[in-house]
């Protein structure tokens, strides 16, 4: 009797122990759920229409979405440009089923980001806080929450694979400082918030690698830093102010080089100058006559820049980063081979003319 006691007792036991290990939660699900539940309601689902025409221009619409982080109880929400380009009706939806129309504020597809904004009660707005994307380290813990396939609020966690990336936007210009993720992002997150541990954006996710169009664990997301900085310039004037030379640049390679018989293998080649802009008033000479080398068109004649500044300069790439790190109004010192003979040039930058939204 007693030894059937103390069996049943044992498994009493082991079935207690079973049923601690079974159930229990892991420090780091404990923050996972943590920050969930302290930002999930601050990601809403944006729902953009715009018209298209067939081949037999027949108009229809069509629907997209991504996802979205309210900035302030204002009710500006933060997203990426390619969600709400071209649209013609968004309409953002609340954690609590609630559907509000919204307007453009301002949008920079440089950086593929833009702001929109609705009039909802500020009890309905929960604003997620911004981080620093300064000082991340590869291997450091990330969270996503988006709307992927019009599931809402979908949590992806993972790790910062790479940072310091540099991709294209869709209208070709670098973005800078890029987090790479192997956090599960799909069609739907984009515009969503990537998140620390403790809750605070530090990215913008935006784009992802995948020959099949769903996560292959190579996602990116826009630095929040670059979004810090340019909110205020869309929320005050809808579009970011450039810097803009007023001219078409080539990269110019040694094969180039060797076949016009410069004295210089690398640099920026000025293919052309826009008449009245910036380069044209400074004297920057553009090309005069296009040849092709192996696969290459390329525009030649015109003034090759080897330094902007005191900054070497090689490829097109440089000269255009270079010249965004200032502001309309700035000068910009360059070195410059014309006919051979190095030359040293100053230029006043414009503003880039915007581009059509």
Known sequence: MISKRISVFIVILL???????AFAITEDEKNNIAVYEKVADGVVNITSIAVQ???????FPTQGSGSGSI???????????HVVADAQKLEVTLADGS????????????????????????????????????????????????????FDRTLTTGVISSIGRTIRSEVGTLI??????????????????LLNSEGEIIGINSAIISPSGGSVGIGFAIPVNTAKRIIPELISKGYVAYPWIGATIQTLIPEVAKYLKLKIERGALVAEVVKGGPADKAGLRGGNQRVQVGNMIVVVGGDVVVRADDQEIKTH??????????????????????KNKLEQIKVTLGERPRRRQ
């Not at 790439?317 to 014309?338: A, F, N």
């Open 99 to 150: 559907k509000w129309p919204a307007k453009p504020i301002g949008s920079d597809p440089d950086n593929d980001l833009a702001v929109i904004k609705i009039d909802a009660p500020r009890e309905k707005l929960k604003v997620i806080p911004m981080g620093d994307s300064k000082n991340l380290r590869i291997g450091q813990k990330v969270l996503a929450i988006g709307n992927p396939f019009g």
């Open 317 to 338: 790439d440089e000269l255009i980063r270079h010249i965004r790190d200032k502001k309309p109004g700035d000068s910009l010192r360059l070195s410059v081979y014309r």
């Open 15 to 21: 079935f207690g122990i079973w049923g601690t290990c």
């Open 53 to 59: 025409m067939d081949f037999f221009f027949n108009v």
């Open 176 to 193: 800078e400082d890029v987090i790479q993720t192997d956090a599960a992002i799909n069609p739907g997150n984009s515009g969503g918030p």
């Open 71 to 81: 900035l302030d109880t204002r009710g500006h929400v933060l997203t990426n440009h």
